[in-house]
């Protein structure tokens, strides 16, 4: 990717109705979660994260309604929970904003904002970001996307919140689904000035830069080949639809997950109705 400033992804956001009764699935899942945040009034907003290594998992959820979180209360209207945007990380949110307006892009922000973190061993620090956004309406398959600079990783990626009893460490793909997966792949493309890959299926696969976690775009009916037997309610036709999440021993994921899990080969899964409408897939890396 030639974005200067735009360094892949960053983390995934789950968008949930009820964002305690979340929390509590996921750590069924055997998730480490952060303490509940709360964001500033004009967001309205509280979330839990998920840390690997060196991206993350946001459930995220409104606690009053604003003009701000209106695009999300609109997502789980209309289709409930789950992955609503995807965030990259950017190492300077001012001169990442540019680099999309020299694209022809009308970015939005920067933003600057910051929320309390209440802290594992008791105690409250503070978590600061600055963020833009590509234009509401550049949504590749209906997926939103904005970039996130850290400015206090040290209460962020705190080392307690990223050991999980499943084994996770990281993110290794966002799964996408849409009718048209090269169409929207070349969507994705001209948003972060990328490149592209098809695989014999026919989904198209977008890196996100350096080592961080791919896009890939896939029929839901060839998903639905992928993960035999898996129900894949929730799943739209069109969006955010998965994450593949590496482990160090998926034996030990089998075990910390438990009824919720299907093994199928070296991958074991957790349908969509199991975890917030994500289609959650575990491979040992």
Same mark, same amino acid.
């Given at each position: 990717m030639s974005l200067q400033y735009v360094i892949g992804i960053d983390h995934a956001v789950v968008m949930v109705g009820d964002l305690d009764?979340?929390?509590?699935?996921?750590?069924?899942?055997?998730?480490?979660?952060? &303490?509940?945040?709360?964001?500033?009034?004009?967001?309205?907003?509280?979330?839990?994260?998920?840390?690997?290594?060196?991206?993350?998992? !946001? /459930?995220?959820?409104?606690?009053?309604?604003? !003009?701000h979180n209106a &695009?999300?209360?609109?997502? /789980?209207?209309?289709?409930?929970?789950? %992955? !609503?945007? %995807? @965030?990259f990380t950017t190492t300077d949110a001012a001169k990442g904003a540019d680099e999309l307006r020299d694209l022809g892009l009308d970015a939005v922000g920067p933003i600057d904002f910051g929320r309390p973190v209440p802290l594992p061993g008791g105690g409250e620090g503070e978590a600061r970001f600055s963020v833009f956004q590509w234009p509401l309406q550049e949504a590749p398959a209906g997926l939103r996307i904005f970039a996130c600079q850290h400015h206090t990783r040290d209460t962020v990626w705190i080392p307690e919140l990223q050991r999980h009893a499943?084994? @996770?460490?990281?993110?290794?793909?966002?799964?996408?689904?849409?009718?048209?997966?090269e169409s929207d792949a070349r969507h994705l493309l001209r948003l972060i000035d990328g490149e592209q890959f098809s !695989?014999?299926?026919?989904?198209?696969?977008? &890196?996100?830069?350096?080592?961080?976690?791919?896009?890939?775009?896939?029929?839901?009916?060839?998903?639905?080949q992928h993960y035999p037997g898996v129900a894949?309610?929730?799943v739209?036709?069109?969006?955010?639809?998965?994450? %593949? %999440?590496?482990?160090?021993?998926?034996?030990?994921?089998?075990?910390?997950?438990?009824?919720?899990g299907v093994k199928i080969g070296d991958r074991l899964v957790v349908p969509p109705r199991a975890a917030n409408g994500v289609l959650l897939v575990f491979v040992a890396r």
């Open positions: 009764a979340a929390a509590a699935n996921w750590q069924r899942l055997g998730f480490t979660l952060s &303490p509940r945040g709360t964001h500033s009034p004009a967001l309205g907003s509280g979330n839990y994260t998920i840390m690997f290594g060196q991206d993350y998992i !946001e /459930l995220l959820g409104i606690l009053a309604p604003t !003009e &695009p999300s209360r609109a997502f /789980l209207a209309e289709r409930g929970d789950g %992955i !609503e945007r %995807i @965030a499943n084994g @996770a460490t990281g993110l290794v793909r966002v799964i996408v689904t849409a009718p048209r997966p !695989e014999p299926d026919g989904s198209v696969v977008v &890196p996100s830069g350096s080592d961080r976690a791919e896009f890939a775009f896939v029929a839901r009916d060839v998903l639905a894949l309610d929730g739209p036709e069109r969006g955010g639809a998965g994450l %593949i %999440i590496a482990v160090n021993d998926l034996a030990a994921s089998e075990q910390a997950i438990g009824a919720a």
